[in-house]
């Protein structure tokens, strides 16, 4: 199916604007950041990069896509679109050069996630499916991460495809919650498409569709035996305990464990004690205690500070939705432009929140790390003028004295995954983006990563884009006057 339509009206307007003024094929170069990180963090997690390059691959407009433009009207009631543009649209071949992070990366406030370099009329095109697929993914992983790091080492699994915002929103949660470092997802489409370890037993309609839990739980063991975590809340949840561990015992007798219950309703970290307690009487000291019900990192958080007794947290509504922030807030915007003498021309967009004042010039990032290497800090320089030096000018306060952090070794982020249209670099394995972004945050210091009040990560402009960007500050308020 093709995606080329998948974006705003207005990108497709914009680009007949520079075909129509002979602008098509000149070269620009746009970045893709954000500007605030999620859930009042300090990090976010790059996700989204494979399919965002798939996107660009396979992006060509269709005989079908072209007759539906040419079905557009202006407010004259005549045709939006000329007709020799929409020719140009069904011949285009993509020439982009696009600079990513490599997918599972920690990324911070204003730094860029993807660079997109080449014809300006094929870079607006791609802004907004750019940020849909980036956006979410990344917002995901990020939220996926905190409820890992909340579980303090006990598995978490994604179990939120009924309640996503759609068959897409759900396979992409599932997706990103993997990069973000749950263990597996009760979703099948995405185990069978993304290679995720898939989980799941049964529901309360098993249950309730037996003339008793008992029934219902010897029935589950008879049909599926190696695959028995029994949900025990239908009725009376230590009842239900109570009944698994009789099932448990006849399972034993016939050479097969009793993998766990499940908790999804009432005081779970009350029920999960008793339930650890029964257990442990039991003999069923390897079964595990599972527990959902709207959990989140601050849910598990207070269920650990009550000593709580779960072995595997099932998140799924508050992951999969971002429920306490449902967007990212990404954004797509020109750093420079290509004259016809050869050299860049810097844009920048102003406004009153200097959080909103891009940054101009043709971008990278490059991180500092310490002698273990821990992130000390990263700065963001022109790749065209080149590294003026480990110096960080604050991006929203320029009046703050510059930070010189103490670095061992240095890496620029963002690579090339496509020259001039052409694969350059294959996107790494999904197992290989949720190692990275265990390992950054690894790297991260502790207060960067706690939930409450964490320290901002040092995030900096080097001194030439600090000095370009207060010139052109100066100069567009100057033509204003």
């Known amino acids: 199916m093709s995606l080329a339509l998948l974006t705003d009206l207005y990108q497709l307007t914009m680009a007949c604007g520079y075909w129509k003024g002979g602008h098509a094929e000149e070269e620009a170069v746009f970045h893709l950041t954000y500007r605030r990180p999620p859930f009042g963090g300090a990090y976010a997690i790059a996700g989204g990069i494979a399919p965002a390059l798939d996107y660009l691959t396979s992006l060509s407009f269709t005989e079908d896509d072209v007759a539906y433009l040419a079905t557009l009207t202006d407010a004259t009631k005549g045709p939006l679109f000329p007709a020799d543009f929409l020719a140009y649209l069904r011949n285009m071949t993509l020439s982009l050069t696009v600079d990513c992070v490599p997918e599972g990366a920690l990324v911070f406030p204003h730094e860029p996630i993807v660079r997109v370099r080449g014809p300006i009329l094929q870079a607006q095109i791609v802004e907004t499916a750019l940020l849909d697929i980036v956006n979410f993914q990344t917002l995901i992983a990020t939220k996926a991460s905190r409820v890992v790091s909340a579980a303090r080492g006990a598995p978490v699994v994604e179990f939120g495809l009924r309640r996503s915002q759609g068959i897409d929103g759900g396979l992409a949660a599932s997706r990103a919650s993997y990069i973000g470092g749950c263990a597996g997802t009760s979703n099948v489409l995405a185990g069978k498409r993304f290679g995720i370890p898939v989980v799941g037993t049964h529901a309360h309609a098993w249950v309730m569709f037996h003339q008793d839990e008992l029934h219902a739980f010897r029935a589950y063991a008879d049909a599926l035996p190696g695959n028995c975590t029994f949900l025990v809340d239908t009725y009376d949840t230590l009842d239900g305990v109570a009944r698994a561990i009789e099932v448990g015992k006849e399972l034993r007798a016939k050479g ?121 800090g990263d700065v963001i320089y022109d790749s065209e003028v080149g590294f003026s030096g480990p110096v960080l000018h604050d991006i929203e306060d320029p009046t703050r004295p510059a930070l010189s952090p103490g670095f061992a070794t240095a890496e620029d982020l963002l690579v090339t995954y496509l020259d001039r249209g052409r694969v350059a670099r294959e996107p790494d394995p999904l197992p290989a983006a949720r190692e990275r972004a265990a390992r950054d945050l690894a790297a991260l210091s502790i207060r960067s990563r706690r939930f409450m009040n964490p320290q901002p990560y040092p995030v900096g402009l080097d001194h030439h884009v600090h000095t370009r960007k207060q010139q052109l500050i100066a100069a567009a308020r100057e033509q204003d006057v």
């Open 256 to 376: 097969y464990p009793l993998l766990g219950v499940r908790l999804d309703s009432g005081d779970l970290a009350y029920l999960s004690i008793e339930a650890r307690r029964m257990l442990d009487a039991a003999g069923f000291s390897d079964t595990k205690v599972v527990a959902s019900n709207d959990l989140d990192e601050h849910v598990i958080g207070s269920l650990l500070e009550q000593g709580a007794k779960i072995d595997v947290y099932g998140v799924g509504t508050r992951l999969v939705t971002a429920y306490d922030q449902p967007a990212l807030g990404g954004v797509y915007k020109l750093g420079a432009t290509r004259q016809a003498d050869g050299t860049w021309r810097e844009a920048i967009k102003l406004s009153e929140q200097p959080i909103k004042i891009s940054n101009p010039g043709v971008l990278q990032v490059r991180r500092l790390r310490g002698p273990a290497g821990e992130l000390v």
